[in-house]
């Protein structure tokens, strides 16, 4: 540590440095140091308890990162108006897992070892999104418990979320071979799960991790560095595509634009549900 006594205009500018690189090192090894950096404002908004649809505001912007030409995606596929209270959440989710836990609507049913139908809190407010089981999820029945599973943990501690407190589901519920991409196919049968999932949690906001949740989601091929950071909606549901977990252990340059996201989201989550939430 640098003499603050005897020079104090150096300590300063020795903190700072050592702070930047504390930061660096933070976005490098996963998102820990970070909680610290969240000066979040609570919200005005009035207190749902569903998060019903109808009680958000619509347009939303985020005009420094949305690019001009590109207008909010608000893809509707069915009327929530029927979704059921906390209460029964927990209920309605146990039973459509013992419905579909079974499923062979395609060939991944054969090569599973267990059906992924996704874990959390029934009456969510947030809920994540990946692509499909990997080796650990499907050998434990439980998504995200993998590499990349604790590093989205630490994504959603680091803006002070519990994993418990949240919804966690893929697109696919059971594992394609050697983690290849899900096959249109594959997504075209199971993505109703996924769907009937969201319809019964009602989050009101969903985060999308990499191409094949944020696609399925939005009904679109475009791709998720041109969709992050634009307004886009799943039946009214705010909906925060980033890169997936396992794309940030490739390649950790993509931590700087996830971190970004999950600052977004937590100020989002705290004007939409209130930040004592
Ligand atoms: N584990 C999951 O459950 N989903 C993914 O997308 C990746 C790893």
Redesign the pocket.
């Known amino acids: 540590m640098p003499n603050q006594k005897s020079n104090p205009g150096n300590s300063l500018e020795e903190a700072l440095k050592a702070l930047a690189e504390q930061a660096k090192t933070a976005l490098e090894e996963g998102f820990v140091y970070f909680k610290e950096d969240l000066k979040l404002k609570g919200s005005n908004l009035k207190k749902t308890d569903t998060g019903a649809a109808i009680n958000r505001p619509v347009i939303i912007s985020r005009a420094s990162m949305v690019s001009p030409e590109a207008g909010p995606i608000c893809v509707t596929t069915s009327d929530f108006s029927a979704s059921p209270k906390a209460g029964e959440k927990a209920g309605a989710l146990n039973s459509y897992n013992l419905k579909i836990k079974s499923c062979q609507k395609c060939p991944l049913g054969k090569t599973r070892l267990n059906f992924?139908f996704g874990e959390g809190a029934p009456g969510a407010k947030l809920v994540f999104i990946?692509?499909?089981?990997?080796a650990?999820?499907d050998e434990s029945g439980r998504?995200?418990?993998?590499r990349?599973?604790k590093l989205l943990t630490k994504i959603i501690e680091a803006v002070n979320f519990k994993r418990e407190d949240v919804f966690?589901m893929?697109v696919l519920k059971c594992r394609p071979p050697n983690n290849r991409a899900p096959e249109p196919e594959e997504v075209k049968e199971c993505s109703p799960y996924l769907f009937k999932q969201l319809e019964i949690i009602n989050p009101v906001i969903i985060c999308t991790?990499?191409n094949p949740?944020t696609q399925t989601l939005l009904q679109t091929k475009e791709g998720i560095s041109k969709l992050r950071g634009r307004e886009l909606y799943w039946n009214g549901i705010k909906v925060i595509p980033t890169f997936?977990?396992?794309a940030c252990l490739r390649n950790p340059a993509y931590k700087v634009d996830v971190w970004k996201d999950m600052k977004f989201l937590r100020k989002e989550y705290d004007r939409l549900c209130g930040s004592g939430n």
């Open positions: 992924v990946g692509e499909a089981p990997g650990d999820e998504p995200f418990i993998g990349a599973g966690i893929n991790l990499g949740a997936h977990p396992s």
